[in-house]
């Protein structure tokens, strides 16, 4: 290549390396000096804050960072007995009503900032749809002899339509809904009602609101039922009826849109977890006393690659909860009059991190810190601690901690051609300078 070629070609007869005077040479070098300290000074993927929001005095609600520093009210009313925040993290579905029983309860729809965002139905259990746009709930239980109907019905938070799906007699009729479980798809429901004795089941209905198959087993809780993360699967206990001579229980695994039964495990474990990478199921298989071993299980095989040698307290007070990563569970375990929170890897690898009374255990959506309300019922304290239990801290008073999910406006700033838009415009200023320099001096020389 030649020497014009490559490093003189021309204007007229002026040459373009010529036109790099020394002073625009520094302002250039000035440019990409302060474009690498804005890029270092502002990463581009700032850190967000992490967020909680929590049952207060007097069933009040609020939201605070996890050092308790910045604490605000989200609800002016007081009441409130259930938190569910959107998976866009944007607003929260709030249930006031008593504790105990169905009737009267009513759902408050707001944003984070604390505004209303929607009125108030009458109802309870609201569960979100994945675009946090709808709510799924049932309507108040009214005991009567005869029995009584209770309605899902969805509210749309865009037009304000509220819809039902069905009105009908579940199960006798003779007890309430316990819980709703839209599958992550949002195209099927499962609903478990109590039955006349001890006995519960589970309806599978479709988005229209048809039943498309009521389980036939026996279901002792609500909390034996789980969606598979991509809704394709579910799993449940069932309980049996092995003290009337029937089947023994066990854990099966069902494909939703056919409902056939693809794995059936005699290790019945209670309260399956599904982990959020879908392959793998962890429950408790009841000891005598009362206790529990942990059990790992494979979802696609049904192959057991864990259970725990030792045996941990009170199986009814304790839920397995997966880690985001899936890499391990969180749960607690009560002897001897003491409560200890535990962290197991799904090797079996365990430490305490921490103890208390009642503890009510969440991790944060980053899988770093977890959240701890302890105390009793209505005095409690909520603590945060890191996942490898160093920095235990309390927070505040209050209950029902619930971690605020990564919403869309806690995203990182927007970036073009790599650089945040944030904290750059002193580069850009110098560059646009130097190119109106460049132009000024190609003018002057044509």
């Given at each position: 290549?030649?020497?014009?070629?490559?490093?003189?070609?021309?204007?007229?007869?002026?040459?373009?390396?010529?036109?790099?005077?020394?002073?625009?040479?520094?302002?250039?070098?000035?440019v990409?000096?302060?474009?690498?300290?804005?890029?270092?000074?502002?990463?581009?993927?700032?850190?967000?804050?992490?967020?909680?929001?929590?049952?207060?005095?007097?069933?009040?609600?609020?939201?605070?960072?996890?050092?308790?520093?910045?604490?605000?009210?989200?609800?002016?009313?007081?009441?409130?007995?259930?938190?569910?925040?959107?998976?866009?993290?944007?607003?929260?579905?709030?249930?006031?009503?008593?504790?105990s029983?169905?009737?009267?309860?009513?759902?408050?729809?707001?944003?984070a900032?604390?505004?209303?965002?929607?009125?108030?139905?009458?109802?309870?259990?609201?569960?979100?749809?994945?675009?946090?746009?709808q709510?799924?709930?049932?309507t108040?239980?009214?005991?009567?002899?005869?029995?009584?109907?209770?309605?899902?019905?969805?509210f749309?938070?865009?037009?304000?339509?509220?819809?039902?799906?069905?009105?009908?007699?579940?199960?006798?009729?003779?007890?309430?809904?316990?819980?709703?479980?839209?599958?992550?798809?949002?195209?099927?429901?499962?609903?478990?009602?109590?039955?006349?004795?001890?006995?519960?089941?589970?309806?599978?209905?479709?988005?229209?609101?048809?039943?498309?198959?009521?389980?036939?087993?026996?279901?002792?809780?609500?909390?034996?039922?789980?969606?598979?993360?991509?809704?394709?699967?579910?799993?449940?206990?069932?309980?049996?009826?092995?003290?009337?001579?029937?089947?023994?229980?066990?854990?099966?695994?069902?494909?939703?849109?056919?409902?056939?039964?693809?794995?059936?495990?005699?290790?019945?474990?209670?309260?399956?977890?599904?982990?959020?990478?879908?392959?793998?199921i962890?429950?408790?298989?009841?000891?005598?006393?009362?206790?529990?071993?942990?059990?790992?299980?494979?979802?696609?095989?049904?192959?057991?690659?864990?259970?725990?040698?030792?045996?941990?307290?009170?199986?009814?007070?304790?839920?397995?909860?997966?880690?985001?990563?899936?890499?391990?569970?969180?749960?607690?375990?009560?002897?001897?009059?003491?409560?200890?929170?535990?962290?197991?890897?799904?090797?079996?690898?365990?430490?305490?991190?921490?103890?208390?009374?009642?503890?009510?255990?969440?991790?944060?959506p980053d899988?770093?810190?977890?959240?701890?309300?302890?105390?009793?019922?209505?005095?409690?304290?909520?603590?945060?601690?890191?996942?490898?239990?160093?920095d235990?801290?309390?927070?505040?008073?209050?209950?029902?901690?619930?971690?605020?999910p990564?919403g869309?406006?806690?995203?990182?700033?927007?970036?073009?051609?790599?650089?945040?838009?944030?904290?750059?415009?002193?580069?850009?200023?110098?560059?646009?300078?130097?190119?109106?320099?460049?132009?000024?001096?190609?003018?002057?020389?044509?």
């Amino acid at each position: 290549m030649s020497r014009q070629a490559y490093g003189s070609r021309r204007r007229g007869d002026l040459s373009v390396s010529r036109l790099v005077s020394p002073q625009l040479g520094a302002a250039m070098l000035l440019v990409v000096a302060v474009t690498i300290v804005g890029l270092a000074a502002v990463p581009a993927s700032a850190p967000v804050p992490l967020q909680m929001a929590y049952l207060g005095a007097g069933g009040s609600v609020w939201m605070t960072d996890a050092a308790g520093d910045e604490r605000v009210q989200l609800a002016e009313a007081q009441g409130f007995t259930s938190i569910e925040w959107a998976p866009d993290g944007e607003k929260l579905a709030l249930v006031r009503g008593a504790l105990s029983g169905d009737e009267g309860k009513e759902i408050h729809v707001v944003r984070a900032d604390g505004s209303v965002m929607a009125e108030v139905v009458e109802g309870y259990a609201p569960v979100w749809s994945s675009d946090s746009q709808q709510i799924l709930y049932v309507t108040n239980f009214s005991p009567s002899e005869d029995g009584t109907e209770q309605a899902l019905k969805v509210f749309d938070l865009q037009d304000g339509s509220d819809s039902t799906l069905v009105t009908r007699r579940w199960v006798s009729g003779l007890w309430p809904i316990e819980r709703l479980c839209w599958s992550p798809q949002d195209n099927m429901i499962a609903v478990y009602v109590a039955g006349l004795q001890m006995e519960g089941h589970f309806v599978i209905l479709d988005r229209q609101g048809k039943v498309v198959w009521e389980i036939p087993d026996f279901v002792y809780s609500p909390d034996s039922f789980a969606w598979s993360p991509d809704g394709q699967h579910f799993v449940y206990r069932d309980s049996g009826e092995p003290f009337m001579g029937g089947e023994e229980p066990a854990l099966k695994i069902a494909r939703a849109e056919t409902q056939e039964i693809i794995l059936s495990l005699s290790q019945a474990g209670f309260w399956p977890r599904w982990s959020p990478d879908g392959e793998k199921i962890a429950a408790f298989l009841w000891q005598e006393g009362g206790g529990f071993r942990v059990l790992i299980m494979d979802a696609e095989s049904g192959e057991l690659p864990f259970q725990s040698d030792r045996v941990f307290g009170d199986i009814w007070n304790s839920r397995p909860i997966w880690s985001p990563d899936s890499s391990s569970l969180l749960f607690c375990s009560s002897e001897e009059g003491e409560t200890q929170v535990f962290l197991m890897d799904a090797h079996g690898a365990l430490s305490s991190i921490a103890s208390g009374q009642h503890p009510d255990a969440s991790w944060s959506p980053d899988g770093t810190l977890i959240a701890l309300a302890v105390g009793e019922e209505r005095t409690r304290e909520v603590y945060v601690v890191r996942a490898d239990g160093s920095d235990l801290h309390k927070v505040t008073d209050g209950w029902m901690p619930r971690w605020r999910p990564p919403g869309a406006s806690q995203l990182p700033a927007r970036q073009v051609c790599g650089l945040p838009i944030l904290g750059s415009s002193a580069a850009v200023g110098l560059a646009f300078a130097g190119t109106m320099a460049l132009r000024r001096r190609l003018g002057n020389a044509a």
